[in-house]
């Protein structure tokens, strides 16, 4: 099986790994930190907001199960691509939106579709940053699949995760795994 990876920015890692885990052709999601300047920095550091690391997913997929198109379609459709450096109420360079390419046929891709959905869905200019991948620095193993280990229990999950999964599986109800 042919691979590819998705480097994804769109505020909490926790919203994106909870949402691209459910997507058929997705084999795995990792949540951690690129596109700074500090080496191996750590979730404190990041939260501090002074590393330029934004909280990402890499999002290994399957391209003939999933196009990297259908990522940017269901990424554009789970989070606020207008608001800078913000995702609700977190707040910092860290929540960003960020498109990390990793070739040029990605980078192509990302900015068609940043052209189409200015013109044709967002009232509001994107914001969303589409750049050069850099280092990916893995988050902490307790950020791993947390919506899916603590979900209810955190008062967060119920309140920011759980719409933007309700609203997957409603927009997005055929490219979902089974069970998801």
């Not at 590393?51 to 990522?71: C, I, M, N, Q």
């Not at 192509?108 to 914001?127: C, D, G, N, Q, Y």
Request: glycine share 8%; proline share 5%.
């Amino acid at each position: 099986m042919k691979t590819e990876i998705a480097t994804l920015a769109g505020g909490c890692f926790w919203c994106l790994e909870a949402v691209f885990g459910r997507l058929q052709g997705v084999e795995s999601v990792q949540s951690g930190y690129m596109g700074g300047d500090t080496a191996d920095p750590t979730y404190e550091d990041v939260c501090g907001g002074d590393t330029g690391h934004a909280e990402v997913v890499k999002v290994v997929f399957d391209p003939d199960r999933v196009s990297y198109a259908d990522l940017l379609e269901v990424f554009f459709a789970t989070h606020d691509p207008t608001t800078k450096d913000r995702q609700g109420n977190d707040v910092g360079t860290q929540y960003r939106s960020a498109i990390f390419f990793h070739s040029p046929e990605q980078e192509r891709t990302a900015k068609e579709t940043v052209e189409r959905l200015a013109r044709e869905t967002f009232s509001k200019p994107i914001v969303t940053q589409v750049v050069p991948a850099g280092t990916f620095y893995p988050a902490e193993q307790y950020h791993a699949q947390y919506y899916d280990r603590v979900g209810r229990r955190n008062p967060y999950c119920t309140a920011v995760i759980d719409p933007k999964v309700a609203k997957l599986r409603q927009k997005f109800a055929a490219r979902l795994k089974e069970g998801a």
